[in-house]
């Protein structure tokens, strides 16, 4: 059996960046993308930092990756489905002491809960920033280079500059966008990270806000308060009776339009 390359014993992640450097000639971005190649062989962790609810899915005795990020930061999107309305994205750095309880995915969380958490996470994270990109923005490009590009904006927002991004799923771009600051990929992390369950959190409830306070008002027809964009029998009918409006993604209505012709 092949002997499992182990990562280096490395303290924080400026030793970790130089050492790489110094050695390999990596680059710190060049280090980060080592470091997911380790955690995609299920040869480290993710660092300590953001472990309070880390679930353990890792085979037993795997060496934890013992890099440490100063300021840590939980980044991930809301509405990337919908027929309507921006694609929000959250950036958060929270104390490493910080226990929430109740803080998980936004998505199995109640909106009663996850309006309670909107408070409590803005009220105590160091740092925080909300972005979006509109439905215009989209449709000039398509929605995974929006999703970067709502995050970019989230992490540029910050008024800490991150040392390191965990970024919720696999993807960090697209055709035309990259996530520009240092960072890993997390598949799943909004249920496995602490800061990015509560980046989740803020782009949800920031977004759902703004279907309801925003869109519902401006277009009340639509209903759009109660679907908040998605592709629901309602929505459907709705377009059917009125038409899109300048909120709707029109490349997400392709298929609704062939059937109209």
């Known amino acids: 059996q092949e002997k499992a390359e182990k990562p280096p014993a490395l303290y924080d992640l ?3 960046q130089r050492e790489a450097n ?28 953001d472990s309070r609810y880390l679930t353990d899915d890792m085979e037993a005795g795997v060496p934890a990756l013992t890099a440490v990020a100063a300021a840590l930061c939980g980044v991930d999107a809301a509405g990337a489905g919908p027929l309507a309305g921006p694609v929000y994205a959250a950036a958060v750095i929270l104390p490493g002491e910080l226990d929430l309880p109740g803080l998980n995915d936004s998505k199995k969380l109640t909106p009663k809960k996850r309006e309670t958490l909107f408070d409590q996470i803005t009220a105590a994270a160091e740092a925080y920033s909300i972005a979006f990109v509109t439905a215009e ?29 965990l970024i919720d799923g696999n993807r960090d771009h697209g055709s035309a966008v990259a996530i520009t ?27 759902d806000r703004y279907v309801t306070d925003v869109l519902d008002r401006e277009y009340p027809q639509y ?17 059917d009776q009125y038409g899109p409006c300048p909120a709707h993604r029109r490349t997400f209505l392709k298929k609704w339009e062939d059937k109209r012709t």
Do not use: W
Request: glycine share 8%.
């Open 22 to 49: 110094r050695t390999l000639g990596y680059t710190a971005q060049q280090t980060l993308d080592y470091l997911q190649t380790l955690y995609e062989k299920k040869l480290c962790t993710y660092p300590r930092t």
């Open 137 to 165: 923005e989209i449709d000039q490009m398509d929605i995974l280079n929006a999703r970067m590009l709502a995050m970019n904006r989230a992490i540029g927002g910050l008024s800490v500059p991150p040392d390191l991004c």
């Open 223 to 239: 209903q759009f308060a109660r679907h908040k964009g998605y592709g629901t029998k309602l929505h459907y009918a709705m377009l």
């Open 181 to 207: 600051a240092p960072h890993l990929c997390l598949v799943g992390g909004d249920g496995k990270s602490a800061s990015i369950a509560a980046a989740s959190i803020l782009a949800k409830v920031s977004r």
């Open 14 to 16: 400026i030793t970790l």
